[in-house]
């Protein structure tokens, strides 16, 4: 399997669960700006989209979206127990987390990080109805119950869903 990642992107959320599922994998290292791609060529040629993460397996499909790529990683090992059992309801929740992250956060607020994005838009009000003030503690509260009763998170199943929050914080080398 081969990782296309950039660093300080959300693909060190797959990069994370494949050195927890303890696979084999190689990565190639892609430029933001330019798209080239360690070793030569240009990441376009791979991915269309132009965008990281891409999972490419070794039979030479390639599979994009973190949220489907940090799942198939998972259930190649389903005695790590990385990720609850597919058609349970702990897996809807998984994905219901993961689903969030995703549209909500990870598209919703990285525009914010533009710094070519005019002052007036950053600050300009949603169409939420004044509800987006108040999202930020209903997710925490959520997040927290789900953990409590155990139904994403546990000491032999850490939360992919933390783990591609977290990978808006830190950064892969
Ligand atoms: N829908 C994709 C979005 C991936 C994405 O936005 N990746 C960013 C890094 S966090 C990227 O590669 N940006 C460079 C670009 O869009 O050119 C996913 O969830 O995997």
């Known amino acids: 399997m081969k990782l296309y990642y950039m660093p300080g992107a959300c693909s060190l959320s797959p990069h994370i669960v494949l050195n927890e599922a303890g696979l084999p994998f190689d990565k190639v290292k892609v430029d933001g700006k330019t798209k080239s791609m360690d070793g030569g060529g240009d990441y376009r040629g791979v991915n269309p989209l132009g965008y990281v993460p891409l999972l490419e397996l070794d039979d030479g499909t390639r599979i994009s979206e973190g949220p489907a790529i940090v799942q198939y990683i998972a259930d190649k090992v389903p005695a790590k127990n990385l990720a609850p059992a597919t058609g349970t309801m702990e897996r809807t ?3 219901s987390w993961l689903n969030f992250i995703s549209s909500e956060m990870h598209k919703g607020f990285s525009p914010l990080f533009n710094p070519t994005m005019p002052e007036a838009r950053r600050r300009a009000p949603g169409r939420a109805g004044g509800d987006e003030g108040r999202r930020p503690a209903e ?8 953990c409590r009763t155990n139904r994403m998170a546990g000491p032999q199943r850490p939360a992919f869903s933390l783990w591609r929050f977290l990978s808006y914080a830190k950064r892969d080398s």
Do not use: F, I, P, T
């Open 93 to 95: 929740k998984l994905q």
């Open 139 to 146: 997710v925490e509260a959520r997040g927290a119950r789900d």
